[in-house]
């Protein structure tokens, strides 16, 4: 069994942490570098690790040092377009922490990172204390997160049944936590 270490990114865990969020949107995705939807992967440093109310986590396989999997936390909500409106209301920038980039390399999963990680930024929610709502989306193709996310949290909206034309295909998710 590999040894994983799970802590706040440093400066220095930055390059191998883009290269497993780049790898999974080119992988996983299909969708490849989307630069409105991506910038954070670019510039995790402005994104996670400036700003006091956000973070990103990663797992670093203690065998090798490298980074095998990630996970981050902001106070934006989702956005409207593309999201619905009434969940941007519902989820409003500010009282909400939302989860992204929750990756973790094919080679390091089934082994409990992503749970791992996000039960740290649910932590990091709490201790902020702001937070009203843990919000996140995902694509149901995504391997593994569907039923990583119907484990933890409940779905709010499933756009492939309640948009029209079955919007961008995206599950909307509210994770419960307590203060």
Not at 129 to 149: C, D, I, K, M, Q
Request: proline share 8%; charged share 25%.
């Amino acid at each position: 069994m590999l040894d994983y270490c799970i802590r706040t990114a440093m400066p220095a865990d930055l390059g191998g942490a883009r290269a497993v969020m780049l790898d999974t949107v080119y992988r996983d995705f299909g969708t490849g570098y989307v630069p409105h939807w991506h910038d954070d992967i670019v510039d995790p440093q402005s994104f996670y690790l400036t700003p006091p109310r956000h973070t990103l986590l990663v797992a670093v396989d203690e065998t090798d040092g490298r980074v095998a999997a990630t996970a981050a936390l902001d106070a934006r909500g989702p956005a409207h377009p593309p999201n619905p409106r009434w969940l941007a209301k519902r989820y409003p920038s500010g009282a909400t922490a939302q989860l992204r980039r929750v990756y973790v390399r094919p080679e390091h999963r089934r082994r409990g990172l992503a749970r791992r990680l996000v039960d740290g930024l649910l932590d990091f929610a709490r201790a902020d204390g702001g937070y009203r709502a843990v919000y996140l989306h995902t694509y149901p193709h995504s391997p593994g997160a569907l039923g990583l996310w119907q484990a933890l949290g409940e779905v709010v909206c499933d756009e492939r049944e309640e948009v029209p034309g079955g919007g961008s295909g995206v599950v909307h998710f509210e994770i419960p936590f307590t203060k």
